[in-house]
C-alpha cells in the first residue's frame, strides 16, 4: 500500500474513555499540539521573557511578543480543530434527527392515505422544530468550514514563527502565507534569499534545510485527501463568509435527507446552474457533489487532522533541531516589527449591565496560562517595564 493510501486508511476515532466522539477524532492532533504548547511554556525563561536560546536575536519585547503569539497560535489551533470537529459531530447529529422526523411525517402522510408530495413538504417545514434543526444543520455546516481553516491559518503563524521565515505574523497572516513560503523555499533559483532579503534561509544552509523539513506537508497536503480537497475547503469557506449564499438545497436519497454542497464554490448560483451542468446535463443536482454533507465534512475534518499532526511533528523536529544550535536560524525581529498596536484605541460603549470585577481584580487561569503571563510580564508588579 503506498504512503499516499495509507494516510487515507487512518482513522482517528481513537480509544479515550471519558471523551466524547468529536474530542476522540481530533486527538491525534490535538494531543500533539497541547504536548508542544506545554513542552514550550516550560522552557520559558520566565524571568528575561521569551526563550533562554532566542537571547541575542533581537530585543526582548519582541522576542517576548513572538514568544507568546507561538503559545497562542498552537494552542488556538487545538482549540479550533476541536470546535471544527464538534460542529461536524453537530451537523451528523441533526442531519440524522432530521431525517427521522420526515421519515415518521411521511409514514403518518401514508398511513392516512396521502401520499402528495408538495403538501409532505409544506407540512414538514412549517414545524417550529424542523425550521431550528434546518438552521443548526445549515449552521453546524458553516462552522465546520469556518474552524477547520481558521485551524489551518492559526497554524501557519505558528510554522512561519518556529521555522524562523522572515515574514511579519502581527498583521494577517493565513494558510495561503504558508503555501507560498513553501514554494520559495522549495525553489532552487536563488532569488532575494541569497542577498538576504528573502523570507526563507539562504540556498545550501543548514537553516534551509531544516525549513524544507518543516514545509513537507505544505507541500504535500494533496495526499492528504482527495484530488484538490483543501482548496476546494477553502474556496467554500470564502464563499459562505464573503458572498451572496447560493440556493442550498435538501434531497431524499436512498431513504436519507441529503444537504449536497457545490461543486465549484468560486462560481455564482447561476454560474453553477448552468455551466456545471453543462449544455447537456439531465438534472440541475450536476452541479452538486452528490455525497452526503455529513461524509464530507467528516473526511475534511480527518484530512485536516493528518495535515496538522504531520505539521507539528515537523515544528518540534525543528524546534529541538534549532534549539541544539541557535545560529543556524536566527529568530528575525522582523516578525513583530512594531510593539505597540498600530491601530487607535476603539471607543465601544458596549452593551448590557456593566459587570464588577472580582475583589482581587484577577480572574482564573491554569498554571501553564499563569506561566505564559509571567514570562509575558504582564502582572501589575512587572506590565511598567514595557514602557520604558
Given at each position: 500500500?503506498?504512503?499516499?493510501?495509507?494516510?487515507?486508511?487512518?482513522?482517528?476515532?481513537?480509544?479515550?474513555?471519558?471523551?466524547?466522539?468529536?474530542?476522540?477524532?481530533?486527538?491525534?492532533?490535538?494531543?500533539?499540539?497541547?504536548?508542544?504548547?506545554?513542552?514550550?511554556?516550560?522552557?520559558?525563561?520566565?524571568?528575561?521573557?521569551?526563550?533562554?536560546?532566542?537571547?541575542?536575536?533581537?530585543?526582548?519585547?519582541?522576542?517576548?511578543?513572538?514568544?507568546?503569539?507561538?503559545?497562542?497560535?498552537?494552542?488556538?489551533?487545538s482549540e479550533a480543530l476541536v470546535a471544527a470537529s464538534?460542529?461536524?459531530?453537530?451537523?451528523?447529529?441533526?442531519?440524522?434527527?432530521?431525517?427521522?422526523?420526515?421519515?415518521?411525517?411521511?409514514?403518518?402522510?401514508?398511513?392516512?392515505?396521502?401520499?402528495?408530495?408538495?403538501?409532505?413538504?409544506?407540512?414538514?417545514?412549517?414545524?417550529?422544530?424542523?425550521?431550528?434543526?434546518?438552521?443548526?444543520?445549515?449552521?453546524?455546516?458553516?462552522?465546520?468550514?469556518?474552524?477547520?481553516?481558521?485551524?489551518?491559518?492559526?497554524?501557519?503563524?505558528?510554522?512561519?514563527?518556529?521555522?524562523?521565515?522572515?515574514?511579519?505574523?502581527?498583521?494577517?497572516?493565513?494558510?495561503?502565507?504558508?503555501?507560498?513560503?513553501?514554494?520559495?523555499?522549495?525553489?532552487?533559483?536563488?532569488?532575494?534569499?541569497?542577498?538576504?532579503?528573502?523570507?526563507?534561509?539562504?540556498?545550501?544552509?543548514?537553516?534551509?534545510?531544516?525549513?524544507?523539513?518543516?514545509?513537507?506537508?505544505?507541500?504535500?497536503?494533496?495526499?492528504?485527501?482527495?484530488?484538490?480537497?483543501?482548496?476546494?475547503?477553502?474556496?467554500?469557506?470564502?464563499?459562505?463568509?464573503?458572498?451572496?449564499?447560493?440556493?442550498?438545497?435538501?434531497?431524499?436519497?436512498?431513504?436519507?435527507?441529503?444537504?449536497?454542497?457545490?461543486?465549484?464554490?468560486?462560481?455564482?448560483?447561476?454560474?453553477?446552474?448552468?455551466?456545471?451542468?453543462?449544455?447537456?446535463?439531465?438534472?440541475?443536482?450536476?452541479?452538486?457533489?452528490?455525497?452526503?454533507?455529513?461524509?464530507?465534512?467528516?473526511?475534511?475534518?480527518?484530512?485536516?487532522?493528518?495535515?496538522?499532526?504531520?505539521?507539528?511533528?515537523?515544528?518540534?523536529?525543528?524546534?529541538?533541531?534549532?534549539?541544539?544550535?541557535?545560529?543556524?536560524?536566527?529568530?528575525?525581529?522582523?516578525?513583530?516589527?512594531?510593539?505597540?498596536?498600530?491601530?487607535?484605541?476603539?471607543?465601544?460603549?458596549?452593551?448590557?449591565?456593566?459587570?464588577?470585577?472580582?475583589?482581587?481584580?484577577?480572574?482564573?487561569?491554569?498554571?501553564?496560562?499563569?506561566?505564559?503571563?509571567?514570562?509575558?510580564?504582564?502582572?501589575?508588579?512587572?506590565?511598567?517595564?514595557?514602557?520604558?
Amino acid at each position: 500500500m503506498g504512503e499516499r493510501q495509507k494516510r487515507r486508511n487512518w482513522w482517528f476515532a481513537v480509544d479515550a474513555p471519558g471523551l466524547d466522539l468529536y474530542e476522540r477524532q481530533a486527538l491525534p492532533a490535538t494531543s500533539l499540539l497541547d504536548s508542544l504548547y506545554a513542552q514550550l511554556v516550560g522552557e520559558l525563561d520566565q524571568e528575561n521573557g521569551a526563550f533562554a536560546w532566542w537571547s541575542g536575536h533581537s530585543d526582548w519585547k519582541t522576542l517576548t511578543m513572538l514568544a507568546d503569539y507561538l503559545l497562542q497560535s498552537i494552542l488556538g489551533s487545538s482549540e479550533a480543530l476541536v470546535a471544527a470537529s464538534f460542529a461536524a459531530q453537530e451537523h451528523r447529529e441533526q442531519t440524522y434527527a432530521e431525517t427521522d422526523a420526515a421519515k415518521r411525517l411521511w409514514r403518518e402522510f401514508v398511513k392516512a392515505g396521502q401520499k402528495n408530495s408538495r403538501r409532505f413538504a409544506e407540512a414538514h417545514t412549517s414545524s417550529d422544530r424542523t425550521r431550528r434543526r434546518t438552521q443548526r444543520i445549515i449552521q453546524s455546516a458553516e462552522s465546520c468550514f469556518f474552524h477547520l481553516m481558521q485551524t489551518l491559518d492559526r497554524l501557519a503563524v505558528a510554522v512561519i514563527i518556529v521555522g524562523g521565515f522572515e515574514v511579519d505574523v502581527s498583521g494577517d497572516v493565513y494558510w495561503t502565507t504558508l503555501e507560498s513560503i513553501a514554494t520559495e523555499a522549495h525553489s532552487q533559483k536563488p532569488k532575494a534569499s541569497v542577498l538576504g532579503k528573502g523570507r526563507v534561509e539562504p540556498l545550501g544552509t543548514a537553516g534551509r534545510d531544516l525549513q524544507l523539513k518543516l514545509l513537507t506537508a505544505v507541500k504535500d497536503w494533496q495526499s492528504f485527501g482527495e484530488t484538490d480537497w483543501l482548496t476546494w475547503l477553502r474556496h467554500t469557506r470564502n464563499a459562505m463568509t464573503h458572498r451572496s449564499p447560493a440556493k442550498r438545497l435538501n434531497v431524499i436519497i436512498d431513504d436519507q435527507m441529503v444537504w449536497p454542497f457545490y461543486k465549484q464554490p468560486k462560481w455564482s448560483e447561476l454560474q453553477s446552474l448552468v455551466f456545471g451542468v453543462g449544455e447537456t446535463g439531465t438534472s440541475m443536482l450536476d452541479a452538486f457533489i452528490m455525497r452526503s454533507s455529513v461524509d464530507v465534512l467528516d473526511g475534511l475534518c480527518a484530512s485536516t487532522t493528518k495535515v496538522v499532526v504531520a505539521l507539528t511533528e515537523a515544528m518540534k523536529s525543528c524546534w529541538e533541531a534549532r534549539r541544539s544550535d541557535p545560529a543556524t536560524i536566527i529568530q528575525q525581529g522582523k516578525q513583530w516589527p512594531t510593539i505597540e498596536p498600530t491601530k487607535s484605541a476603539l471607543a465601544f460603549p458596549e452593551y448590557g449591565k456593566a459587570l464588577t470585577p472580582p475583589v482581587d481584580g484577577h480572574g482564573h487561569t491554569n498554571d501553564l496560562d499563569g506561566i505564559r503571563w509571567t514570562a509575558a510580564r504582564v502582572d501589575d508588579s512587572r506590565r511598567r517595564d514595557w514602557y520604558k
